[in-house]
């Protein structure tokens, strides 16, 4: 119900931009309620955190990529974009979409998206 494009390869110092598409049934009208992030995985490392945009626009980075990299959201077309700049070879990964929504009951709502491959290469 997740679905990631625009990997690919690009050049160190590079640019590209990841969009996910929520359109699934799931997300048809409540997509604004959703934190939305991308996340990352590297060959034989952890999944990290990249970009997180809350249901109130609120944004988080991590280190690695603040000021480089931005996350964006639009309620109205159920997508999240990531647009990443300067881009270097360690940013090579499987780039992951992710919504999340805990509701106050507790119930935890978590999607994941299959993931689109990034490679930052000359």
């Known amino acids: 119900q997740l679905k990631e494009s625009g990997g690919g390869l690009v050049q160190p110092g590079g640019s590209l931009r990841l969009s996910c598409d929520a359109s699934?049934?799931?997300?048809?009208?409540?997509?604004?309620?959703?934190?939305m992030a991308w996340y990352r995985q590297s060959p034989g490392k952890q999944r990290e955190l990249v970009a997180l945009?809350?249901?109130?626009?609120?944004?988080t980075y991590s280190d690695s990529v603040q000021g480089r990299f931005t996350i964006s959201r639009d309620n109205a077309k159920n997508t999240v974009d990531l647009e990443m700049n300067s881009l270097k070879p360690e940013d090579t990964a499987v780039y992951y979409c992710?919504?999340?929504?805990?509701?106050?009951?507790?119930?935890?709502?978590?999607?994941w998206g299959q993931g689109t491959l990034i490679t930052v290469s000359s």
């Open positions: 992710n919504a999340e929504k805990t509701l106050s009951s507790g119930t935890k709502y978590d999607y």
């Open positions: 699934g049934s799931v997300f048809f009208t409540i997509f604004s309620i959703f934190h």
């Open positions: 945009i809350k249901s109130d626009g609120n944004t």
